[in-house]
């Protein structure tokens, strides 16, 4: 089945401690983007990378990192959380060249206490 | 800065036709989206228009106008499974994969 999987699906954490949330997709989707939802502000681009090694920031980059070494795998990584991280993080996928269909996890919500 | 407008909130009946409009303020241009997301739901695609004009996808359409900076979501014969959050979404750039959302107008259909 065509899907993009990410883990933890629920996380609480408190301030400080490094965490990563990780993202696969088996459709070979040369994009893949992170996104968090928060209400009110709906969805904010975190990152993005159109490529193997080529990444790039999107909206709300301030305190993420990412990496993208395989074709597959997007992590997602709060080297030092804090309580404003606060939120529902989606990942998704798409094909280059593919318009704008567009597919993504079910969602990790993170409490940083 | 870069911003696009949605309703808050819609209602409707079952049965009924209901737009969700979209009006942006973007630094470029490269396609309009939308997406659908049901409560406690991870957001899925709709429609892409590139283009000016009528795109219709089954009981969903979506038009764009370019030179308005704006578009809608056209949803008919409501059902009660249409009762959901809708996102429009713009392409910004044209060598990035940089997506602004909206804020999200959510549905609720009503017997």
Partial sequence: EAQVTQNP???????GKKLTVTCSQNMNHEYMSWYRQDPGLGLRQIYYSMNVEV???GDVPEGYK??????????????SPSP???SLYFCASKEA??????????GTRLLVL | GQSL?????????????????CTYQTSGFYGLSWYQQHDGGAPTFLSYNALD?????????????????????????????DS????????????????????????????
């Fill in chain 1, 84 to 86: 404003n991280q606060t």
């Fill in chain 1, 9 to 15: 699906r629920y996380l609480i954490t408190v301030t």
């Fill in chain 2, 53 to 81: 004009g009528l795109e219709e996808t089954g009981r969903f359409s979506s038009f764009l106008s370019r030179s308005d900076s704006y578009g809608y979501l056209l949803l008919q014969e409501l059902q009660m499974k």
């Fill in chain 1, 55 to 57: 990444t790039d920031k």
């Fill in chain 1, 66 to 79: 990412v990496s993208r070494k395989e074709k597959r795998n997007f992590p997602l990584i709060l080297e």
């Fill in chain 2, 84 to 111: 959901a959050s809708y996102f429009c979404a713009v392409r910004s750039s044209y060598n990035t994969d940089k997506l602004i959302f909206g804020t999200g107008t959510r549905l609720q259909v009503f017997p």
């Fill in chain 1, 97 to 106: 060249g593919g318009g704008e269909t567009q597919y993504f996890g079910p």
């Fill in chain 2, 5 to 21: 407008e949605q309703p808050s909130e819609v209602t409707a009946v079952e049965g009924a036709i209901v737009q969700i409009n």
